[in-house]
Each structure stands twice: as C-alpha cells, then as structure tokens.
C-alpha cells in the first residue's frame, strides 16, 4: 500500500526564518515524490518533483530513501510562501495515480 | 490554454440524488484522473480515464463512476448521494508515458443536504 504521511498541520514562521515541512513515505518500490502547493484562491500546483532535482521558489527536496522521506526545504522563508503546502507520492508505469499527504498550512509572518 | 477547466463550480443536491460533474483536460493531455478531497484532508484518487477506459480506481463505491470521451473530456458520476460526499472534487489531466505531473483544475464544491 502506498502512503504519505505529513505530521504537522501547521507551521508558523517568521520573514527570513528557514523552513522545513516533513513528509515521509511508504511504498514498495521505487516512488516518484512531489510537493504540490495550494496559494490562497488558486488551484492546486505542482512544486517540485525529486526526479527533476531542480530549486524552485527556493525550495528544495532531497529523497532520503532509507528514511523514506521528502522534506521540503527553504532557507529564508518569505511572506508570499504562505500557503497549504501537500507531500504526493506516485507509482511508475500502470500505477501513476498520486497519494497525497493531508497537507501542512505554512504560515509565514512579517 | 486555459488549463484543466471544470463545471459547475458549486453544486447543492440532496441526499439520494444523482450528480454528474464535467472536466476538460488542458491542451495536449489525454489522460484524465477524478480526487475527493473532503474539508481538512489531502485529496484522495478515485479513478483514472484514458482511451476512454478507467485504468485505475481508488477505493471508492460503485456508486462513484466515470466517462471519458473521444475528445479526452471526462465526466463524473456519483449516485445515490450521502452526506459524506460532501467534498471539493478535483479533476487532474496527464500525459500517459510523460512525466507523470498532473494538471489539476479548480475544482467542484459539491453539498449534499
């Protein structure tokens, strides 16, 4: 069975502090992992995606497979960041539908 | 492209009644998959449409189905409404072989009384 899980619900922070929003994982196999995020009044997007291994927004997401984790990272949070924030696992091939976490509401204050 | 686009953007029904929500994948995409996300929850998968044929399903009732048409627009269908459908529907379209990243929509606001 595949599952996400996202131990928080909420995380507050202040301009400028780091972040890091918690996602582990299981699944037997080799998952694809995604963040999505949700801005206020806008639709779900995608963030970044391990695979692509790419820096966006500043965050970052390093796929710890023998923890079987995906943490999202970004050093110097920004008021614009707030948003609800969702940890996604997908199988390969025939299985490609998307588990998600409950998802992690980052508020970040001035 | 206006991206995966869904209708009606609210819905009110009954319980017992039937609903059936809309959902045009963007541009260039084929495949089509339906999620449930109830208040305060991450959205759940309930099935997956392509070449017209569900190719996956989640663990939902039968009451739940679905439709994908030649032009890769899809359709769903859920009957005999409970109060626990009350949910925020969300449409998703792929490409099947690309990158796995899925487009969502805005979704569909659906409350049963």
């Known amino acids: 069975a595949q599952r996400v899980t996202q131990p928080e619900k909420l995380l507050s922070v202040f301009k400028g502090a780091p972040v890091e929003l918690k996602c582990n994982y299981s699944?037997?196999?080799?998952?694809?992992l995604f963040w999505y995020v949700q801005y206020s009044r806008q639709r779900l997007q995608l963030l970044l995606r391990?695979?692509s291994r790419e820096s966006i927004k500043g965050f970052t997401a390093d796929l710890n497979k023998g923890e079987t984790s995906f943490h999202l990272k970004k050093p110097f949070a920004q008021e614009e960041d707030s948003a609800m924030y969702y940890c996604a696992l997908s199988g390969t091939g025939a299985n490609s539908k998307l588990t998600f976490g409950k998802g992690i509401t980052l508020s970040v204050r001035p | 492209d206006a991206g995966v686009t869904q209708s009606p953007t609210h819905l009110i029904k009954t319980r017992g009644q039937q609903v059936t929500l809309r959902c045009s994948p963007k541009s260039g995409h084929d495949t089509v998959s339906w999620y449930q996300q109830a208040l305060g929850q991450g959205p759940q998968f309930i099935f997956q449409y392509y070449e017209e044929e569900e190719r996956q399903r989640g663990n939902f009732p039968d009451r739940f189905s679905g439709h994908q048409f030649p032009n890769y627009s899809s359709e769903l269908n859920v009957n005999a409404l409970l109060l626990g459908d009350s949910a925020l529907y969300l449409c998703?379209?792929?490409?099947?072989?690309?990158?796995?990243?899925?487009?969502f929509g805005p979704g569909t606001r659906l409350t049963v009384t």
């Open positions: 699944y037997s196999g080799s998952p694809e």
């Open positions: 391990h695979i």
């Open positions: 998703a379209s792929s490409l099947l072989g690309g990158t796995y990243e899925q487009y």
